[in-house]
């Protein structure tokens, strides 16, 4: 994924991308206009133009990439869910001094489950076993 500043997703760019990281997880690969239509645009009740739009708007964004595949054009997720996520959040902190990012991730964890919290130290201890073991 490009470096740039992570863009700002829509509703329908949102809902566009959970359909082809959908897609990838499922091990179907890049989608055509028509792929995306028949399945976000039937849910919404849109125009195979506007999720055309959508799509080339999602590539000048950095966000997807696209294929030739004949006559038409293949599009796929430039990263995970979880990597636009955290690009997103990086984005945000960024530009905050060490304290306020510090404090701003306090608040944050403040209000999280314990569901995410048990997450959390287990990410923690999977970073950490990460960063202590020898390299290969």
Do not use: C
């Not at 950095?62 to 030739?68: A, F, K, L, S, T």
């Not at 959040?89 to 306020?100: H, I, K, Q, S, T």
């Not at 314990?114 to 950490?128: F, K, T, Y």
């Amino acid at each position: 994924m490009a470096t740039d500043p992570t863009p700002r997703l829509g509703e329908l760019e949102r809902a566009v991308m959970e359909h082809l990281w959908t897609r990838t997880g499922n091990g179907d690969g890049p989608a055509t206009v028509r792929e995306v239509h028949d399945v976000v645009g039937a849910e919404r009740d849109l125009a195979y133009t506007t999720l055309m739009t959508v799509l080339d708007r999602l590539t000048r964004k950095g966000v997807v990439e696209r294929e030739r595949d004949g006559r038409a054009w293949r599009y796929a997720p430039l990263g995970s869910r979880e990597q636009l996520t955290a690009r997103t959040l990086r984005d945000a902190l960024g530009g905050l001094g060490a304290d306020d990012r510090r404090a701003a991730m306090v608040h944050f964890l403040d209000e999280a489950s314990a569901d995410e919290i048990a997450d959390l130290r287990a990410a923690l201890a999977a970073l950490e076993a990460r960063r202590d073991a020898p390299p290969a």
